[in-house]
């Protein structure tokens, strides 16, 4: 069941930016006196950065559409494209808590330990916020086939924006060539590496296809309950 009270929906997006935002701004530094611009040379900053973008574009929506329509209706201008966000945010979530907080955990040397603050919104409550953007204000039933294969192209484009940049001879900073473990050719050799990226791929796919049939079922619980009805009178 899709909530459309407009209202609502407005301060649910109002706070997902604010919330959003934040954790932006302290993944960059943007008000410390010290911004780190190398953190938007990793996919966490770049997915949470297009998500913010979303979010707000949302808002502005539900807002036009409160202004224009009332307080009552759906403000959902694309819910494919939103399952597209939802989806390269997920990715941010799952690679953190499946792979990279684990590894830090391991890890004896270093002052770096997962889940603080900034950590924590930028890869846990954002992906939150926008996955329950979708399953709470979207309409369900509008997903295709294809959409799950659709949706490895902005981790593909990661994959080829991070190696170019080190072809080119740039570094992810604190004397990181490569952004993430599993990206590090001179630990895993290029074979290793493509193998990474196969399994991940795989995976990835598979929670894509897990939101697919969500959205399918929850599709067709109006339709199944108006056939009730229908029979019943």
Not at 45 to 51: E, P, Y
Not at 186 to 210: E, F, K, P, R, T
């Amino acid at each position: 069941m899709v909530i459309d009270r407009r209202p609502a929906v407005l301060v649910y997006r109002l706070l997902a930016v604010v919330l959003i935002a934040t954790g932006t701004i302290r993944l960059g530094g943007l008000f410390s006196g010290a911004p780190v611009g190398r953190t938007f040379l990793f996919f966490t900053g770049q997915s949470n950065v297009l998500c913010l973008a979303w979010m707000l574009f949302m808002l502005i929506a539900t807002i036009r559409d409160l202004a224009l329509h009332g307080a009552h209706g759906v403000t959902a201008p694309s819910p494919r494209l939103g399952a597209a966000v939802m989806m390269t945010i997920t990715v941010t979530m799952l690679i953190y808590v499946v792979l990279l907080a684990p590894e830090s955990f391991r890890q004896t040397g270093g002052g770096y330990r997962p889940f603080g603050l900034t950590d924590d919104l930028v890869h846990i409550v954002t992906p939150i916020l926008v996955i329950g953007d979708w399953l709470l204000f979207n309409p369900k039933g509008r997903l295709r086939a294809h959409d799950p294969l659709l949706w490895t192209i902005p981790p593909y484009a990661y994959l080829v924006f991070a190696y170019s940049w080190v072809a080119l001879g740039g570094d992810f900073g604190e004397g990181r060539a490569y952004p993430y473990p599993f990206m590090d050719v001179d630990l895993h050799g290029v074979g290793g590496v493509a193998l990474w990226i196969i399994a991940l791929s795989v995976a990835l796919v598979m929670v894509g296809y897990l939101y697919l049939a969500l959205d399918r079922h929850l599709g067709r619980r109006p339709e199944e309950g108006d056939r009730h009805l229908g029979a019943a009178s």
